[in-house]
């Protein structure tokens, strides 16, 4: 089973900065199938992120996916209020597909 | 639209069975699978099984593999997820996703249901 280990736990920032967050593989990702997740709370997740970098329907190009490999990145431009969240990455390369352990973007 | 609807929060006791549905509409049930995601309180999200409701083949993750099934009616396009003896640290909130055949990549959620276990 493939670990996912995703860094900062929590990460505090303020609105128009720039978001880094990081999911790092215990082994290769096979054919970057990463995806990133948005979760909000009472809700859930949404997709944002796929094949590493590719967005999902509807998701605003602040939001970006970078990596291979084991090291991969999901970036936020710059901050809206409404992306203050948990984000949560996935790989669905491997069986079984595991997540992350999560990555809280708070306000600052 | 795509549309998955679960069914309404469940409060049980130690010892009870239960079984739990996601409706699929608004496009072919049996077109994509459906998985079943278990996030505990506060915690983050597991992966427990998904189904191919075309031929209601079935593949657990080994965490949860044996104590649970899940399971489709395709002629309603309803997916379960089954319990024959719930425990407490069955307390959690379940979500089923629907994802392409092949690739375990959950674009549509439904909107999660609750289950409480407790004496």
């Known amino acids: 089973e493939i670990v996912l280990t995703q860094s900062p736990g929590t990460l505090s920032l303020s609105p128009g900065e720039r978001a880094t967050l990081s999911c790092r593989a215990s082994?290769?990702?096979?054919?970057?199938?990463l995806a990133w997740y948005q979760q909000k709370p009472g809700q859930a997740p949404r997709l944002l992120i796929y094949?590493?970098?590719s967005r999902a329907t509807g998701i605003p190009d602040r939001f970006s996916g970078s990596g291979s490999g084991t090291d991969f990145t999901l970036t936020i431009s710059r901050l809206e209020p409404e992306d203050f969240a948990v984000y949560y990455c996935?790989?669905?390369?491997?069986?079984?597909?595991?997540f992350g352990q999560g990555t809280r973007l708070e306000i600052k | 639209e795509v549309q998955l609807v679960q069914s309404g929060a469940e409060v049980k006791k130690p010892g009870e069975s239960l079984r739990i549905s996601c409706k699929g509409s608004?496009?072919?049930?049996?077109?994509?699978?459906i998985s079943w995601v278990r996030q505990m309180p506060g915690k983050g999200l597991e992966w427990m099984g998904r189904?191919?409701?075309?031929?209601?083949?079935?593949n657990y993750s080994p965490s949860f593999q044996g104590h649970v099934t899940i399971s489709a009616d395709k002629s309603i396009s309803t997916a379960y997820l089954q319990w024959s003896s719930l425990k407490a640290s069955d307390t959690a909130m379940y979500y089923c996703?629907?994802?392409?055949?092949?690739?375990?990549?959950?674009?549509?959620w439904g909107q999660g249901t609750l289950v409480t276990v407790s004496s």
């Open positions: 082994q290769s990702v096979s054919s970057s199938y």
């Open positions: 094949g590493a970098s």
């Open positions: 996703a629907r994802s392409p055949p092949g690739i375990q990549l959950n674009h549509y």
């Open positions: 608004g496009y072919s049930f049996t077109s994509y699978w």
């Open positions: 189904i191919d409701p075309s031929d209601s083949y079935t």
């Open positions: 996935q790989q669905y390369g491997s069986s079984p597909n595991t």
